[in-house]
């Protein structure tokens, strides 16, 4: 949806001021453009709600990992949420405090874990028996001793579409009570870990409150024997709306109702969505139009590869013209060239009469876009502009080609490292 940051100004969209019409004219289409300011904001906005909690803010870079918005996140005062090897790397390269990531997972390798011992970060979310076993035995070996939250899988089923819930029996994510349960009475079997927390995350897009607080009452039950459990990571998954239709809880009122259970508890929360999503807009361009089967076909640049969330979650984003036009709107499916039915970025958006040229923005496009993007069909990934200051940079440049060969040794004439 349109915000502050992203808007019309006399007939044009801008971002925080800037047409986004000039960024295309100087680096082409498709792009991802961001805004700094929406995402201090988005920040900010969450250590206000979050304050009462005395919640630690970790964002989760899963939803975006671009290192130059990593690094303005944790000038902001934000930790990091890691679910890869990767992901700690970039985290560190961004600045973060390593005291700060929370490497969460749930198929960490010994490499992977090894990497995070080494680098000495504050926090394993550990997802099964084996893997709590392999970090102790790491950890030893390391001679560092992390601390640990066990992963609750409450049998909870969120309100939220099925690829994105997490705490259900059939999910393939933390573990049930008993387990739990389990290795609490054992934690001295672990001696080189700080078992002191329990994590629980049901999933994303959460469309009500009330089963984040069930599952809390959970965690919080198992952990009650135990005087040193009393670190509680509440994860994310705090909604955000795609479109004008979207009706969700707001994140402050997932704060206001897990402050009176948690007041005598160390806090911890990972939002990746919450932070980013309306902070970037993916700007494509009409290719061709033509009516087909009843239905107006809008072709654009712009894909499946740059933007997955509609063809693998039937997701909406809003879809709207940069320059403004008084004339009437009429439903368009928006797809893309890549050969898959399945890339359509909107199946019925309002849009006017359209014409090869024409650009478009996919709004609410922060979240997952790039992060998900992929070199299908040999697309190039698009570039990565940060709006900031009355003016904006490339952040990250549009791949080339030759960036799509060059870890193909023998097709650039190198000899094989097997």
């Not at 940051?5 to 792009?31: E, M, W």
């Amino acid at each position: 949806m349109l915000n502050d940051s992203f808007r019309y100004d006399t007939g044009n969209l801008c971002g925080d001021g800037i047409p986004l019409q000039a960024i295309v004219q100087a680096v082409g289409t498709p792009v991802y453009v961001y805004s700094a300011t929406r995402l201090r904001h988005n920040a900010a906005r969450l250590q206000r709600a979050f304050a009462p909690l005395k919640a630690e803010l970790h964002y989760s870079l899963k939803a975006n990992p671009n290192l130059t918005l990593v690094r303005i996140l944790s000038q902001a005062g934000l930790g990091a949420d890691v679910v890869s090897a990767g992901e700690v790397d970039r985290a560190l390269r961004a600045g973060v405090d390593p005291a700060r990531i929370v490497f969460a997972g749930v198929g960490k390798t010994p490499v992977e874990i090894a990497f995070a011992l080494q680098a000495r970060i504050g926090w394993f979310n550990v997802e099964s028996p084996d893997e709590l076993a392999l970090l102790d035995r790491l950890a030893a070996e390391e001679g560092y001793t992390p601390q640990v939250a066990l992963r609750l899988n409450p049998g909870i089923h969120a309100q939220t579409h099925p690829h994105i819930a997490t705490g259900h029996a059939g999910a393939k994510f933390g573990m049930p009570s008993d387990v739990v349960a389990s290795l609490l009475a054992v934690r001295h079997a672990y001696p080189h870990l700080r078992l002191v927390g329990i994590h629980v995350h049901i999933g994303s897009q959460l469309g009500s409150v009330t089963e984040t607080v069930e599952a809390v009452r959970l965690a919080q039950t198992l952990a009650a024997p135990y005087s040193d459990v009393r670190t509680l990571n509440i994860g994310g998954g705090f909604p955000v709306p795609y479109t004008t239709d979207d009706r969700y809880p707001p994140l402050e009122e997932f704060a206001q109702a897990l402050a009176p259970l948690v007041c005598d508890w160390r806090v911890l929360a990972e939002p990746g969505r919450a932070v980013v999503a309306d902070a970037g807009v993916l700007l494509i361009s009409v290719t061709t139009v033509k009516e087909q089967g009843g239905q107006r076909f809008v072709v654009t640049d712009g894909s499946m590869t740059d933007l997955l969330r509609p063809a693998l979650y039937g997701a909406t984003h809003q879809v709207v013209p940069l320059v403004e036009r008084d004339e009437t709107l009429a439903p368009a499916v928006v797809t893309g060239p890549v050969c898959e039915s399945t890339d359509v970025l909107h199946r019925a958006a309002l849009l006017p009469p359209l014409r090869s040229g024409d650009l478009l923005a996919v709004l609410t496009a922060g979240a997952y876009g790039m992060a998900m993007a992929s070199n299908y069909n040999l697309r190039t990934r698009p570039p990565e502009v940060l709006v900031e200051d009355g003016g904006w940079r490339v952040i990250r440049r549009r791949e080339t080609w030759d960036d799509l060969l060059r870890l193909e040794t023998e097709a650039l004439g190198g000899v094989s490292a097997l």
